[in-house]
Nanobody
Framework: VQLQASGGGLVQAGGSLRLSCAAS????????LGWLRQPPGKEREFVSS????????YYADSVKGRFTVSRDNAKNTVYLQMNNLKPEDTAVYYC????????????????????WGKGTQVTVSS
């Protein structure tokens, strides 16, 4: 499975962006897709995930109520709608996923995930 992320950019605080992640290849193997981010000088962290088959969603506490993850199985695409963005949301956002529940369940994820897209930069100015 290959992942292609897009949609990052520069936005003012309070603004919105939508990230997209298009999956290709053996998408039938996907168990979960989601988003991780790496703020400047910090470690990578969980943002949100969605079950590929059942649509179950999870969010980091820091983004609950502001971000919405969704999937379109017909288009093999996952989206992250980000509203009311804050400067602390500034990070490189990575689309990632796995075919095994053991590697990513809820907000618990493994660094050895099977599927990774290239990061997309999101910068929120104050």
């Amino acid at each position: 499975v290959q992942l292609q992320a897009s949609g990052g950019g520069l936005v003012q605080a309070g603004g919105s962006l939508r990230l997209s992640c298009a999956a290709s290849g053996r998408t039938s193997n996907i168990y979960v897709l989601g988003w991780l981010r790496q703020p400047p000088g910090k470690e990578r962290e969980f943002v949100s995930s969605v079950g590929w088959n059942d649509g179950t969603t999870y969010y980091a506490d820091s983004v609950k109520g502001r971000f919405t993850v969704s999937r379109d199985n017909a288009k093999n695409t996952v989206y992250l709608q980000m509203n009311n963005l804050k400067p602390e949301d500034t990070a490189v956002y990575y689309c990632a996923g796995d075919g095994d529940r053991a590697n990513w369940s809820g907000n618990n994820w493994s660094a050895g995930l099977d599927y990774w897209g290239k990061g997309t930069q999101v910068t929120v100015s104050s």
